[in-house]
C-alpha cells in the first residue's frame, strides 16, 4: 500500500525554466513533509521540508507547497539548472519527530541545456 | 563534520550465504534509521535504533535479516541466508534526537546471484 505517490517517473524541464515536482499522500496522519535530491551512486541528500501548519516554504530556488486537504504538495524550482538533473524523492513522515519516513518511487528530473 | 559512512559500497553474494553491512552515522546522532531501496522503487524503512535500542523495526522483512547497534555507535545489518528478492540498495541514515532531517549514507549496493 503506497502511501506516499510521484505519479511522474521522470520529467524534462529547459534550463532556466520552472520545474515543477509533485507528491500524494493518502495518511492524513503524515505531519512533515521532505524533498530529498539524489544523484547515482550516492545517498539521498535533504533538500527542503514543510510542516503542516504551513502552506509554503521557500529556500533560495526551491519553494515547497502543501495542500492538506487535498493531500499534496509540489517542489518547483526556479530556475533550473542543469546541476538540478537528479531523482527527487518526496518523503512524509509524523509530527513528533525522529520518526521513519515514508518515500514515494522518485521523479527523475532532467535540466536540458 | 563527517558524513554517514557505509561499508561495503558493493557486495556481490551467491543465494544462501552470509552478509553483514556496516553503518557509521555522524557522529552525536542517537537516531540510526536503515532502509533498501529495490530495484528502482520507493525507499522503504526497515528499522530504526534510539541509541542501542531498537525504536521500530515495523519494516524488517523476516527474520533472516539482523540488526545491531552495540554501544549506540555504529550499526550492523546481517543477511543469513541471504535470497535473490534481498538484491537491492542498503542506505543508512542518522539524525539528531527528536530531529526530522536524517542524513543518508552512500548506501551499500547489494546484489544475491
Known sequence: ?113 | EAGVTQFPSHSVIEKGQTVTLRCDPISGHDNLYWYRRVMGKEIKFLLHFVKESKQDESGMPNNRFLAERTGGTYSTLKVQPAELEDSGVYFCASSRLSAYEQYFGPGTRLTVT
Not at chain 1, 16 to 27: F, K, P, Q, V
Not at chain 1, 80 to 107: H, N, R
Open chain 1, 1 to 113: 500500500d503506497q502511501q506516499v505517490k510521484q505519479n511522474s517517473p521522470s520529467l524534462s524541464v529547459q534550463e532556466g525554466r520552472i520545474s515543477i515536482l509533485n507528491c500524494d499522500y493518502t495518511n492524513s496522519m503524515f505531519d512533515y513533509f521532505l524533498w530529498y535530491k539524489k544523484y547515482p551512486a550516492e545517498g539521498p541528500t535533504f533538500l527542503i521540508s514543510i510542516s503542516s501548519i504551513k502552506d509554503k516554504n521557500e529556500d533560495g530556488r526551491f519553494t515547497v507547497f502543501l495542500n492538506k486537504s487535498a493531500k499534496h504538495l509540489s517542489l518547483h524550482i526556479v530556475p533550473s539548472q542543469p546541476g538540478d538533473s537528479a531523482v527527487y524523492f518526496c518523503a512524509a513522515t509524523y509530527i513528533q519527530g525522529a520518526q521513519k519516513l515514508v518515500f514515494g518511487q522518485g521523479t527523475r528530473l532532467t535540466i536540458n541545456p
